[in-house]
């Protein structure tokens, strides 16, 4: 199995997930037990008793003239 990395996919760069993204389930905390399945797909954890999960993550490259049209038309 492969994992997205820098080059793989052109126009995004590939790097590991900062700090932000737990790198287990259980560094994920939530206040009821029915939270958990949707607290672990938010962050990138693999549902269920599945050992895998999200470990890369890609942003797309954009040039300092890129524009993205506006939601409210303006």
Known sequence: ???A???D???YDGKAPDARFPASKSE???DRAGCEPLAHALTGLAPG???GG???M???QKS????????CGT
């Open 9 to 11: 996919v052109g126009g």
């Open 1 to 3: 199995m492969t994992c």
């Open 54 to 56: 999200a470990r890369a």
């Open 58 to 60: 890609a942003t797309e």
């Open 64 to 71: 300092p003239t890129d524009t993205a049209p506006s939601p």
């Open 5 to 7: 990395s820098q080059g």
């Open 49 to 51: 008793g599945s050992a």
């Open 28 to 30: 994920v905390e939530v």
